[in-house]
């Protein structure tokens, strides 16, 4: 089953830890063959929010929700279960630094 | 589930029902991936025991039984199901639910499901108040009714807290598994904190039904004691040692109508002995592990009261070193206070007295009304009648359980009646008889 693990931290701590390590750690995931896919994020300064309302698209500046820790990057994992994943997600660098929520993917039904 | 008759094999199978249920569902579970379809199934076994026990005679593994005919049950369940075609030669089929002889059935691999079914209702993934509901409901097989009044809890909401507990297991593919190695120190933890929730919930009941509250207690002493057999790791015996020490002064700890009486005022002959004997054992055996935690710490400090005659008999010198101990493994102010009251029955209740006031200092403890009850009473041993009077009303402005609220007065009035009685051992036997019916 995927899951993704969502990497939150503090706009200040984004560059606490060095890319090298986040990069080391998703070379690990491919390795290993559990990686489907790992992205860093910008900054929430650079974002973006789309609503479309009665048809009509509507474009607002940040993030949907301000918050404390922000969004910071993704890594989309095949796990066997949640502990699998939670596993993986503690060898996730900037863990030590914010947080990751690991949430199951959710298969569309036709 | 089971109908109680007079019927000799409708008995029996009330009494497989009480030994082996929860064993039962705990492979069940595991056979067929999900607690509720495994729920329904052992219902289904029992349901096929009390029909064919009767006319076969109970059978030589009546455990064994019931989880191949759950099994059966199930499967065929599901596949009725997906076909949408009802069969109605069920009843017949399900004879067919022999003993096997395959692996799932033997002795380890049973056992290994209980402690699955523990570690996965007690999984740090599943809300705190979600893991004690479901551990009670599924390990310990109260009934949701039985919780909720427990807790104090609607119904509904138990019930809910549940449901979504359960779907949570199946939608992010929480594993029936035992931690490895690795993980086990801190998953283990996970459940010692709900058995100790549990327990303490019945034991320091601040309103509703006593009895269901002992009961709760009980129920912890139980499920530790099932943890302890399977997983005989040093602070899951701590844990079991303590909860049997606290357990072993329930009778003395409140008079008949329901006032708390403190420890060194307890009538100590009314102590369970067999408790103590038992958990006194269990602390020695879980120090010489020299892996023990914070609960084996707190048993060891419970066990050394219970070893002495009374108050002043009390090897307080042991008993500050304990908490020194602890303090270590898990610092906290509430240990912190504990030592002190400990260090002022050994080196006099001014210093105690000091101790408290350096935690206030600091701004812990502020509103934690056993710091304010503690303070007043080393304030009333050493006639600082004022001091005393002023802690007494913060901890009484404070406290919210009833018995504990009248207590605390009896205290502040005894207080007011006395006031420049000499302080001393004298004086707090006195007022302790007054509190014993």
Redesign the interface.
């Known amino acids: 089953?995927k899951y993704l693990c969502l990497v939150y931290l503090e706009e200040e701590k984004l560059r606490a830890v060095p890319d090298k390590e986040c990069m080391a750690c998703g070379d690990g995931f491919r390795k290993t063959g559990v990686l489907v896919s790992a992205e860093a994020l910008q900054p929430v300064a650079t974002a973006a929010t789309v609503r479309v309302r009665n048809g009509k698209v509507s474009v607002t500046d940040g993030p949907f929700a301000e918050t404390k820790e922000q969004l910071a990057g993704f890594y989309l994992l095949d796990a066997?279960?949640?502990?699998?994943a939670?596993?993986m997600a503690a060898k996730i660098p900037p863990a030590r630094e914010g947080s990751v929520e690991v949430r199951?993917v959710?298969d569309l039904t036709p | 589930m089971v109908v109680s008759t007079t019927d000799p094999v409708h008995e029996a199978v009330s009494a497989v029902y009480v030994e082996h249920s929860r064993r039962v569902l705990a492979t069940l579970i595991r056979l067929l991936g999900d607690f509720d379809v495994a729920e329904e199934a052992l219902h289904d076994a029992f349901r096929a025991a009390l029909e064919q026990w009767p006319r076969d005679g109970i059978p030589a593994n009546p455990r064994a039984w019931l989880v191949s005919a759950g099994r059966f049950k199930a499967i065929d369940g599901l596949r009725r199901r997906s076909r949408f075609d009802a069969l109605d030669d069920v009843g017949a089929r399900a004879d067919v639910a022999v003993i096997d002889t395959a692996a799932w059935a033997d002795e380890e691999s049973v056992e290994d499901d209980r402690l699955r079914l523990i570690f996965t209702c007690c999984h740090p993934a599943l809300a705190p108040d979600a893991q004690v509901a479901l551990t009670l409901r599924e390990v310990c097989g109260l009934t949701t009714e039985q919780i909720a009044q427990a807790f104090l809890t609607p119904a509904p909401t138990l019930a809910q807290r549940i449901v979504r507990a359960k779907s949570k297991i199946r939608d992010a593919r929480i594993p029936y598994q035992v931690p490895t190695p690795a993980e086990l120190p801190g998953r283990l933890d996970a459940v010692l904190r709900v058995i100790y929730l549990v327990f303490n919930e019945g034991y320091d009941a601040s309103s509703g039904d006593r009895l269901t509250r002992a009961d709760l207690s009980a129920e912890a002493i139980r499920l530790g004691r099932l943890l302890a057999q399977l997983l005989p790791e040093p602070e899951v015996l701590g844990l079991l040692a303590l909860m049997l020490l606290h357990e072993s002064r329930r009778e003395s700890r409140t008079s008949p109508s329901g006032e708390l009486i403190r420890l060194d005022d307890q009538d100590r002959s009314r102590w369970d002995r067999a408790m103590i004997i038992e958990g006194a054992r269990l602390v020695e055996q879980a120090l010489l592990s020299r892996r023990f935690g914070s609960y084996t710490i707190q048993a060891a400090i419970s066990a050394v009261h219970s070893e002495a005659a009374d108050a002043a008999a009390t090897d307080w010198n042991e008993i500050v070193g304990l908490y020194d101990a602890l303090l270590r493994t898990d610092p906290s102010p509430v240990i912190e206070l504990n030592r002190a009251v400990a260090v002022a029955m050994r080196d006099g209740a001014h210093v105690g007295v000091h101790l408290i006031d350096g935690i206030f200092a600091r701004g812990d403890l502020l509103d934690y009304r056993l710091a304010h009850a503690a303070r007043a009473d080393l304030c009333r041993r050493i006639g600082r009648v004022e001091d005393a009077r002023a802690s007494y009303e913060r901890a009484i402005g404070l406290t919210k359980q009833e018995p504990e609220r009248r207590f605390l007065e009896r205290q502040l009035a005894a207080l007011r009646s006395t006031d420049l009685v000499e302080p001393g051992r004298a004086v707090r036997k006195s007022s302790a008889k007054t509190e014993k019916p």
Request: glycine share 0%; net charge negative; aromatic share 0%.
């Open positions: 089953m066997a279960d949640l502990n699998d939670i596993q199951p959710r």
